[in-house]
């Protein structure tokens, strides 16, 4: 980078009431004494993501038979195969607090409100509801300061905070993955477009509407509207830079299309564009949306923790699209019906697909000698193993990303039974730099 200037971690495109982020460039990383940068050194950002999925899996078809290196990808995890050497299938975690423990039913709300607490909810469909703090939100409450946002969350179907929703659980457990404080559910946002504006919002009460409404009736987009301040930046970046941000601008470019492309109407109220809809009809164009969102946050270090729930948990949603006109949720209560496993089989196919597109969009994303995904850990699974038989243990998991070098990936890992999920979650903390002596039903530590 000689003849090159350092910037700021935290600049910024300005423009109309508009900011974007950029991504990590090299002219943002000092140099060492030994004249490497600490990008080149290994010291880039680390992330973590927590994408959920309901009603558990066919696990005949997700668990590998072999251990280790050497195993063979089964028909679910099928579509991975382009990325086998990037994570880790683990078998063996469980959550005994999303068992009833004398509560009775309710496993699907147990499950979704104990995957990243480890913690009982309370049983009630009242305003009295009781989990424990959730994992990504103890180390967004410790790090998060470091980046525009402390958390992100996103999901495709809407959160509730009240409601009887499963045997006797309100609907805030069965519709929210992440909890601020014990009694403090955070909801997750599904409109694309809201997500995007959010994203990008320069933290001005006001302004940021009015630039919205401005951007949508002269059909202007956010690159229009920061064009004269990336020239002025672009000048001063070195030639690997150049690219880095010519690749990144035309990704936003290409988001914002589909995104506008998703919106439903937009219709106008006062002479003002009211904000679009932003929500495909396809399900799985609004889970791709949401997830090249998430990525573009990571890429531009907007945050580095988020979740992000594909449905929400006891979904009966409809998969026509996939000819399974049934409902998810009927279906995971299978009764070993061998016509209603292939239903399940073709669900589970679906959204691991999603998963692997998302993984391969942070794959693409250049950082250093390494990527985004080298530099993540991204955790994909489920609260209930089997959907017949709401169990809670040999939960379906799976880990990606090399977490900057402390995860080595590519293998099958076979664990203790019933090894306390919470445990892989405080050697995320350790990782991401956050102090958490213990997290629900946790009883160490769990090195990958």
Known sequence: MAGYGMISRRTVLRGLGTTLALPVLEAMVPRTALGASVAESGKHP??????????????QDWTPAEEGENYTLTKTLEPLAGLKSEFNVVTGLSHRKAFANGDGGGDHARALATFLTGCQAKKTHG??????I?????IAQQVGTETKF???ELGIDPSAQAGNCDSGYSCAYSSNIAWKTENQPLSKEVNPRLAFDRLFSNGEPGETAEARTKRLRYNKSILDLVQSDAKKLTARLGAVDRRKMDEYLTAVRELETRIARADKSESQADGLIARPTGIPESNADHIDLMAEILATAFQTDTTRIATFVLANEGSNKSYA??????GHHDLSHHGKDEGKWAKIKKINHFHVQRLAKFLEKLKSMKEGEGTVLDHSMIVYGSGICDGDRHNHDDLPLLVAGKAGG?????????LASETPMANLYLTMADLMGAKAEHL????GRLKL
């Open 321 to 326: 699209f996939l000819d399974v006109p049934e």
């Open 440 to 443: 629900g039903d946790s009883t």
């Open 406 to 414: 402390a995860w080595k990936t590519g293998r099958h890992i076979k």
């Open 134 to 138: 959730s994992i990504d939100q103890l």
């Open 127 to 132: 305003a009295d509801i009781r989990a424990g």
């Open 46 to 59: 680390l992330r973590m993501a927590f994408l959920y999925v309901p009603n558990g899996k066919h696990m």
């Open 150 to 152: 402390a958390s992100l």
